[in-house]
């Protein structure tokens, strides 16, 4: 390819060459795909595990081809995981760069803040794990990969039953993440139920727990439902034990980095977290998306690569259907797909939701490893046109 890069290996290869095409434009990239992730900010880290496992997907379907032997160009926008960006990141993006297509590598409220502008623009919105409801329901041209707030709430409180506690103290971050996920563990809780001892709750520039660690300990629950992002879950899990509370705590996909175990430390062992990969899986699409990207990176994928990697997949797919075209057509032929991810086998209903198992990761040795599957499909039901 270029003789003085010989010396990488497949994965990288592919994408330096990524790398080249989308700095000539659309000379030789023609099919021009939008994402916003945060790059700077708070959410930097979970931004460029984003845009990473976006990378890659445009990588390996560029190196077989593109559509019809145009290649992709993905057109990447800060949005600083704030909904101030967001908006017009989105808008340059319709209007200056004309893509067919755009996804989310990013968080909540931004994702709800940019919906608005790709569905008034009828461009396929394809949202790799922001969970919010309300992203789907701005019109049918969003998609969701992951599972939603509320449907990974309940799947929390299945867990703890299947753990055989009862007590259970709530700990929500104040954001459109924690709302809607302690929204669908309470509805959980009481169909298992649960006894929630107590609620509380913490902001996102939080690090510091004392009062909130002295009023859970005070409760001695069985079970800690605690939402939050590796960068504060990590801090947060690291001063209950630090108190000496041992009950066991539950996170969800907020907390799949490696960058959690390395904050908490120690006191990250145990920890459960519900989620979209599983690094144990024998499905051939997880064991092949888990070694290219640590061929390609030289480090290991978390649950924002992996759904955005599915999420720019499924933009994939579909324009392979169309043959590049975008608007409704696009829209119906992601519509229509089911696919073959590294977060499992995906098909959206009528909403553009999916409707999968939810994996439980448990912080085992300083990694993420397999401890159980929910599965149930009434309870982990996205909600549809008619249940709106």
Do not use: C, W
């Amino acid at each position: 390819m270029y003789p003085r890069y010989s010396h990488l290996n497949t994965a990288q290869s592919l994408l330096l060459a990524a790398s080249f095409l989308g700095t000539t434009g659309a000379a030789v990239a023609d099919i021009k795909v939008g994402i916003t992730v945060p790059s700077t900010g708070f959410a930097a880290a979970d931004g460029k595990s984003a845009l990473d496992g976006a990378k890659l997907a445009v990588a390996q379907a560029n190196a077989k081809g593109g559509i019809k032997g145009e290649k992709i160009d993905l057109i990447v926008y800060d949005d600083q995981a704030s909904p101030k960006e967001a908006v017009p990141a989105a808008t340059k993006l319709v209007e200056k760069d004309k893509v067919v297509a755009a996804i989310s590598g990013s968080y909540s409220g931004s994702t709800r803040a940019a919906a608005s502008v790709f569905q008034s623009a009828q461009v396929p919105y394809a949202v790799a794990y922001a969970i919010h409801p309300d992203i789907t329901k701005t019109g049918d041209f969003m998609f969701r990969v992951s599972a939603m707030g509320e449907v990974q709430g309940r799947g929390g409180a299945k867990l703890v039953n299947d753990l055989g506690k009862k007590k259970v103290a709530l700990i929500n971050i104040k954001n459109d993440f924690g709302q809607s996920l302690a929204a669908g563990f309470r509805e959980g809780a009481a169909k298992f139920g649960l006894n929630i001892l107590g609620e509380h709750e913490y902001s996102l520039q939080d690090r510091q727990f004392g009062a909130l660690v002295t009023n859970v300990k005070s409760q001695n629950p069985d079970v800690i439902y605690a939402s939050g992002y590796f960068y504060t879950a990590g801090p947060l899990v690291n001063q209950l034990r630090a108190a000496g509370v041992t009950a066991t705590i539950i996170g969800q996909e907020g907390y799949d980095s490696d960058k959690f175990i390395e904050i908490a430390g120690p006191a990250s062992e145990g920890v459960l977290v519900t989620t979209s990969l599983d690094r144990d899986s024998t499905n051939p699409a997880t064991k092949a998306f888990l070694a290219d990207y640590k061929a390609a990176y030289n480090a290991g994928a978390d649950m924002v690569a992996a759904s955005t990697y599915t999420a720019t997949q499924v933009v994939i797919e579909g324009l392979r259907k169309t043959d590049g075209k975008g608007g409704a057509a696009l829209r119906d032929a992601m519509a229509a797909g089911t696919y073959d991810s590294p977060i499992g086998k995906l098909s959206f209903n009528d909403l553009h939701e999916v409707q999968k198992d939810i994996q439980v990761q448990i912080v085992k040795d300083k990694a993420f490893r397999r401890h159980s599957v929910i599965s149930d499909a009434v309870l982990l039901a996205p909600p549809s046109k008619a249940s709106k």
